[in-house]
């Protein structure tokens, strides 16, 4: 049997719970809620791979300026400046997927995978695309995800998820793995978990961690199990 590769996470405490991180090549799905750290998460992953000389993409659905994205990420310590538009490339795909045309957005993002020869991409948020594919959002993520698999490159996407929900159903199944973020309620505080939920070909611990969003580390996981 063959050892999987494993990229580092980025993420401080994530890799002791996934045999050292994320397998090499995969999709995986960040999931959570509106505020749980998806974004930041996604900063980290990117930046921690730029750090190490890796090439990165990060694709932004919500047809936010670049600028405002860039604004966001320098509040982190972790976020060395002379990657940006460099060793990590923005682009915003906010109109292109108003267009609603399935084939347009594949074919964009394949585009931008092979100029940049990206190893790690962050697609955030994935679930955008939902709102305007409709009927054929689950083909698209079919064939996003066979594309991505073709690429020698770490996905990471980022879903929204309903009240009640998790994950969003339809991306959990295509991809490699599932992390999720959410928060509760407990003795009037609110508690932020994360759980690795699924991720092929690796003996990941289960249940919920704490973890904490910090100026410093971005997302850190606490050793504790609650
Ligand atoms: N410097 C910081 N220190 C502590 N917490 C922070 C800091 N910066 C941001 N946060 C927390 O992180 C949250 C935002 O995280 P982020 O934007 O990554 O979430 P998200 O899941 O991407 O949200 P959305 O679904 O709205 O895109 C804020 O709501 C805030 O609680
Ligand atoms: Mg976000």
């Known amino acids: 049997m063959y050892a999987l590769n494993r990229v580092p996470s980025g993420i ?10 994320f397998p090499f090549p995969s999709v995986m799905l960040l999931a959570g809620s509106a505020g749980t750290g998806k974004t930041t998460f996604a900063q980290k992953f990117l930046f921690a791979g730029a750090d190490s000389g890796e090439r990165c993409l990060y694709l932004t659905t919500l047809s936010e300026p670049t600028q ?8 982190f310590e ?3 400046k002379r990657h940006f538009g ?20 594949l074919n964009f993002i394949d585009e931008r995978v092979a100029e940049t020869m990206a190893q790690r991409v962050v697609i955030d948020p994935i679930t955008v695309v939902g709102d305007f594919l409709k009927s054929s959002y689950r083909v698209f993520l079919f064939d996003l995800v066979n594309r991505l ?13 309903k009240p009640g929900e998790l994950y969003p159903p339809e991306v959990a199944y295509a991809a490699d793995g599932v992390i999720v973020l959410y928060m509760s309620e407990e003795d009037g505080a ?8 699924k ?3 690796t003996n990941h611990v289960t249940g ?8 410093k580390e971005g997302i850190m996981i606490l050793k504790s199990k609650f």
């Open 12 to 21: 401080v405490g994530l890799d002791d719970m996934t045999e050292g991180g």
């Open 68 to 75: 405002w994205m860039l604004r966001f990420a320098s509040q």
């Open 78 to 80: 972790f976020v060395d």
């Open 86 to 105: 460099t060793t990590i490339k923005y682009c915003d795909m906010g109109q292109m997927i108003r267009d609603g045309d399935a084939e347009k957005i």
């Open 149 to 161: 698999k073709n690429w020698q490159a770490v996905t990471l996407l980022t879903g929204e998820v």
């Open 190 to 197: 609110r508690r932020k978990y994360i759980e690795v939920v």
């Open 199 to 201: 991720l092929r070909g």
């Open 208 to 215: 919920k961690f704490s973890y904490d969003i910090t100026r």
